[in-house]
């Protein structure tokens, strides 16, 4: 027999309570409106996320709507405006956990939000456009919020107005998606430990601000002078208006150039070099002998060449050719800094300090040089940018100076002339990975272990995924990939190093010096694509795990050279053989080994649309482990620890 259907046995009911009829009925209408409020369930979802150890937000219930009457409110904190949820004021409630941002989301007419004086900690919650972009205002004064604010964390937030900080543990810089927020009216970010220099604020509508007790230095920006001496107070190095003015910067050495004598010395030594220049050039055409880019030579100088000089003798100390240089203008010495993080110095700094010649690379030399502050600067000096117009140069390395990543080496600095360019970055303190591959052996320096040759392979791939996002124009991001172009931290992380060139260095020097121009798409039809990092990621690994040069086995610029290149040579190896004999190999470690060379030779395939992507190159190399794991071992293991 069929149960009876719910119509039937609501007219059962019906017939004999006509008042609990009624009551159903209401019952059912108000549960099936309740259960498609999405402004109630939003908030519910969003409780469930905090900690609440004083029941304060007790009153958030499903038993009643959030919304009572259009403007007013059933539910602690909750501001209505007509019917839905135009605000949350949590304030002083002894609130925790985490900040459900993916819930509040759900709340359309939000506009406002106040946590002040609670217990949140950790990372602020990422608010941008995509999640609350039409929030007005947003108060997280008197938390626990602690760490660096990412870049990104306000992307986009349009209609964002007032925005208080203040009394956390934030750190790091201010993050430009603050800086660049367009109807910004009033900003308290005092009682942190922010750092670094004030930004440059773009609003013309910023009325109140207050950075003090943080640790700000430098130069408060002169569109912030007229604001109250108070909004900077606490900051020991911070000057100028509305604080005290900047010291003065001591006044530069007198003019070495302006003397004739001297200008008659320099023409002299500089002919004399020229001279010297183009001998060498010329006895260098006579010899077959290929100097490939990243050859042992290039990354590794011979101890003769690792001297102590005065980079005064080496690097341009003045602007324009000798033969225009009978007038006493006075010489050109400005570095132009891409980042506000780094100390800063003029190129008078460097020629006056001691530098040692790490070595001649395939662009020109780099020097060390020891700052007096004790800091130590590389300096790269480069002639192969000579047909870049300045514009064009500039806009470029300030394109480079905002990258940021664990895995770059950052630009810090650069000197620009017409005949020649110097990038400044820092030093590292452990060299370049083909040093520590071929060069350290016979210097009694301990091989790198297979597990440090993986972390270097991952850091480096994570390095080429950063700069493939955020170079994404550039025909290839890094362009010169090769072992003396990865260094090594005190740590062995690997920092990429010479990235992003390819659109600066002149085509006749590129297709002669850089390791993309070395690729198999561009020897046989003359061109670069994405996927040539790829490549040179490959080539990367190939030597890492077998120790070989590339430099010794790449065809040299004649599609028709038949000369064995390292792929083909690991192919004709079988079996572990191929491996660096100098490193250290446990037998559980072989298999994954293998699963690494057999990832660098799938991006070293010469048909460059067979070649891997990047990403997924990435996400196989993201697999490898330092060893296999047996798992019937550790199952038997743990069924013996039970019976014990």
């Not at 694509?529 to 120790?547: F, N, Q, R, Y």
Request: charged share 25%.
């Amino acid at each position: 027999m069929a149960p009876p259907s719910l119509s039937s046995s609501l007219s059962h009911h019906h017939g004999r309570h006509p008042l609990s009829f009624a009551i159903a009925l209401l019952v059912m209408a108000y549960s099936t409106a309740a259960g498609s409020n999405p402004d109630l369930d939003a908030l519910l979802k969003f409780k469930s996320s905090l900690k609440d150890p004083s029941g304060a937000l007790s009153s958030w219930s499903e038993s009643r709507p959030p919304c009572h009457n259009s403007d007013r409110s059933t539910w602690t904190g909750i501001i209505c405006f007509k019917g839905s949820i135009w605000g949350l004021q949590l304030e002083n409630k002894g609130l925790g956990g985490l900040i459900d941002v993916d819930s509040l989301a759900h709340l359309k007419s939000l506009r406002t939000i106040s946590f002040m004086n609670n217990s949140f900690d950790g990372h602020i919650p990422t608010i941008n456009r995509l999640r609350l972009g039409y929030l007005k205002a947003l108060y997280l004064s008197n938390n626990m919020f602690s760490g660096d604010i990412p870049d990104s964390t306000f992307d986009g937030m349009q209609s964002l107005k007032k925005l208080h900080l203040a009394n956390n543990q934030f750190t790091g810089k201010i993050p430009n998606s603050i800086v660049q927020l367009p109807r910004l009216l009033d900003l308290r970010m005092e009682g942190n430990d922010f750092s670094g220099a004030i930004p440059d604020f773009v609003q013309n509508t910023l009325k109140v601000l207050n950075l003090s007790d943080n640790a700000f230095e430098g130069s408060i920006p002169a569109r912030l002078s007229k604001m109250d001496p108070s909004s900077f107070s606490g900051n020991k190095a911070l000057c100028d208006a509305p604080l005290a003015p900047c010291p003065a910067s001591p006044s530069p050495p007198d003019d070495p150039w302006t003397s004739l004598t001297w200008i008659i010395i320099i023409v002299i030594v500089l002919a004399v070099i020229l001279l010297a220049l183009i001998i060498f050039i010329l006895l260098n055409r006579r010899q077959p002998r290929d100097r490939s880019p990243g050859s042992l030579e290039a990354a590794s100088p011979p101890s003769h060449l690792q001297k102590r000089a005065s980079l005064k003798e080496e690097l341009p100390s003045r602007q324009g050719s000798p033969t225009h240089s009978t007038t006493s203008r006075k010489p050109d010495t400005k570095l132009t800094f891409v980042r506000d993080d780094k100390e800063r110095f003029d190129l008078q700094d460097l020629l006056k300090a001691s530098a040692e010649i790490l070595g001649s690379g395939c662009f020109g030399s780099s020097y060390k040089a020891a700052l007096t502050s004790g800091t130590m600067m590389v300096v790269k000096r480069f002639r192969q940018m000579n047909n870049v117009g300045k514009e064009e140069f500039q806009e470029h390395m300030r394109r480079l100076g905002r990258l940021s990543h664990p895995n770059l080496l950052a630009l810090v600095a650069y000197y620009y002339r017409k005949e020649e360019k110097l990038l400044v970055s820092e030093f590292v303190s452990r060299g370049s990975l083909a040093v520590h591959l071929h060069s350290n052996h016979g210097k009694g320096q301990p091989a790198l272990d297979w597990p440090t040759r993986l972390k270097i392979i991952k850091g480096v791939t994570k390095g080429l995924l950063y700069l493939y996002s955020e170079l994404p124009t550039v025909t290839a991001p890094h362009g010169h990939l090769k072992s003396s172009n990865v260094l090594l931290n005190h740590s062995f992380e690997p920092l990429l190093h010479d990235y992003g060139l390819v659109p600066v260095i002149n085509q006749e020097s590129a297709k002669e010096l850089m390791v993309s121009y070395k690729s198999p798409e561009y020897l046989k039809n003359a061109r670069i694509t994405k996927k040539t990092d790829v490549w040179s990621l490959g080539m990367l690994i190939l030597e890492v795990l077998t120790g070989k040069f590339p430099a010794n086995f790449l065809q040299k610029g004649h599609p028709g050279n038949q000369e064995q290149d390292l792929v083909k040579w690991v192919k004709a190896v079988e079996g572990d053989a191929v491996f660096d004999k100098e490193m250290k190999v446990l037998p559980s470690c072989e298999s994954e080994m293998m699963k690494l060379l057999r990832i660098g030779l799938e991006c070293c395939e010469a048909d460059v649309e067979k070649r891997m992507e990047l990403k997924d190159a990435a996400d196989r190399i993201a697999e490898v482990k330092e060893k296999e794991v047996d798992d019937d071992f550790y199952s038997s293991y743990s069924q013996a620890a039970d019976v014990r």
